[in-house]
């Protein structure tokens, strides 16, 4: 039971249940304060070969003159949803690695990535969908 705001994970000591109001604070420093340690994400081949592939997808639409960046409020979405996301470990996706929130450009950002959730929480996005 987390002493600030009562509401832990029931099988994860270590993660939040997410349904806290979304700061950006909540997306870098978990509520516990508690600082993750490599083991909870994927290795750092496997995240590099997730950007790898990310960058060659977005690579891929620019070339064929699609959009690789989604607008501001598809981003929005997908960030306000990873926040709440049992798997948003200090700010970090524990299944893909990736930052969820950031100045710098993100998974969230990309139009033709998804959660890696089976099923995704969100998917590729296109103006057509
Ligand atoms: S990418 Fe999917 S699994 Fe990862 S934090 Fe976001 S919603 Fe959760």
Redesign the pocket.
């Known amino acids: 039971m987390n002493a600030l705001n009562g509401n832990r994970h029931p099988t994860h000591p270590r993660r939040s249940r997410g349904n806290e109001a979304l700061t950006k604070s909540d997306s870098t420093v978990n509520l516990a304060g508690l600082v993750p340690s490599p083991g909870d994400f994927p290795s750092l081949p496997r995240q590099a070969s997730n950007l790898v592939g990310a960058l060659s997808r977005a690579a891929g639409a620019a070339i064929s003159r699609r959009h690789f960046l989604v607008p501001p409020d598809i981003r929005l979405h997908?960030e306000t949803?990873?926040?709440?996301?049992?798997?948003?470990l200090a700010g970090?996706?524990?299944?893909?690695g990736?930052g969820?929130r950031a100045q710098f450009l993100r998974?969230?950002h990309l139009a033709t990535e998804?959660?890696?959730?089976n099923p995704?929480?969100?998917d590729a996005w296109s103006p057509h969908a």
Do not use: D, F, S, Y
Request: overall charge positive; aromatic content about 4%; glycine content about 0%.
């Open positions: 997908r949803i990873c926040v709440a996301c049992e798997e948003n970090r996706c524990r299944k893909c990736c969820i998974k969230t998804r959660c890696p959730l995704p929480k969100w």
